[in-house]
C-alpha cells in the first residue's frame, strides 16, 4: 500500500474539530436533543438498516422469516444521544450477514457526489452489485460477477421527472403512492413492507440504542397517546 503522502492522518486533516469537540449546531437540535428523538440511528440509520433489511430479510420465504441477531457499537453525544453507530445484523439460519453504519461526523457524500463510488456493496460467493449514489436516493446500480472477465453491468435509476412539475423528488411519492392505493383498496397494511416487517425494524433499532444505553424521555418511548405530550404542537383537542 502506497504511502499517504497529502495528509497527516493525526492532525485531524479529514475532520472538521471545534474547540469543544461538538458538532456544528446546538445542543437544543433535533439531531441531538433527547427531547426530540435525536441521533443518528433514529435520524440517518434507517437508509442504512432498510438496504440490509430489503436483501436479507424481505426476500426471505415468508414461511421461514428469520429475524436477526443484533450487535452494534456507538459513540455517544454530549446530550447522550448516538453521534456515530455500527450495526450488524445476523441471520445464522440463512448463513448471511449485514453490516451498516451512521454518523454526524462521516462525510459520506463524497463517494457518490465526486467519485460515483457505491453507497452499498451487496456481497455473495458468485459476485456483488454496488449501489451507486446516496443510499436514500441511488441514481444507479453495477453488477459485477465473478466469473464475467471484469465486465461491469450498469443500471440507471433516474428520478422521474416531467415538463409541468420538473423531477419528482426525492423518493417519497413511491410511499405516498402505496399509502393511497391501500387506502382506496380499504386494506390495513401493504403486501409490500406489512406491518410485522416494520415491527423488526423497530425491535432492530430500539436493541441496537438499548446497547449503546441511549435513553429517551418517557413521552418519546410510550405507546400510549397523551394529548398533553410537548410532541403534540398542532390545535387538535382530544375527543
Not at 20 to 35: A, I
Not at 54 to 83: C, F, R
Not at 124 to 140: D, H, N, R, T, Y
Amino acid at each position: 500500500m502506497a504511502p499517504i503522502t497529502n495528509y497527516d492522518l493525526a492532525d485531524n486533516s479529514l475532520n472538521r474539530v471545534l474547540p469543544d469537540g461538538k458538532l456544528d449546531f446546538h445542543d437544543s437540535h433535533r439531531l441531538v436533543n433527547l427531547d426530540l428523538a435525536g441521533g443518528a440511528m433514529l435520524d440517518l440509520g434507517i437508509y442504512s438498516l432498510t438496504w440490509l433489511m430489503q436483501i436479507l430479510y424481505h426476500l426471505q420465504s415468508s414461511e421461514e422469516k428469520e429475524s436477526p441477531h443484533v450487535v452494534s457499537a456507538m459513540n455517544k453525544y454530549d446530550t447522550g444521544a448516538d453521534e456515530m453507530t455500527s450495526f450488524i445484523l445476523q441471520f445464522a439460519e440463512h448463513k448471511s450477514m449485514g453490516i451498516g453504519m451512521t454518523g454526524f461526523r462521516v462525510g459520506s457524500g463524497v463517494d457518490y457526489e465526486f467519485t460515483g463510488g457505491p453507497a452499498i456493496r451487496i456481497q455473495g460467493s458468485l459476485g456483488e452489485i454496488q449501489v451507486l449514489g446516496p443510499a436514500f436516493k441511488p441514481s444507479a446500480y453495477q453488477i459485477i460477477m465473478r466469473d464475467g472477465g471484469g465486465q461491469i453491468t450498469t443500471v440507471q435509476c433516474p428520478i422521474p421527472k416531467d415538463a409541468d412539475r420538473g423531477n419528482w423528488g426525492h423518493g417519497m411519492y413511491w410511499e405516498a403512492d402505496e399509502c393511497a392505493r391501500c387506502i382506496r383498496d380499504g386494506k390495513l397494511e401493504s403486501h409490500i413492507i406489512p406491518l410485522d416487517e416494520s415491527i423488526v425494524v423497530m425491535e432492530i433499532m430500539d436493541a441496537a440504542l438499548q446497547q449503546g444505553e441511549v435513553r429517551y424521555p418517557k413521552h418519546i418511548t410510550t405507546d400510549t397517546y397523551d394529548c398533553q405530550s410537548p410532541l403534540n404542537t398542532g390545535t387538535r383537542s382530544e375527543n
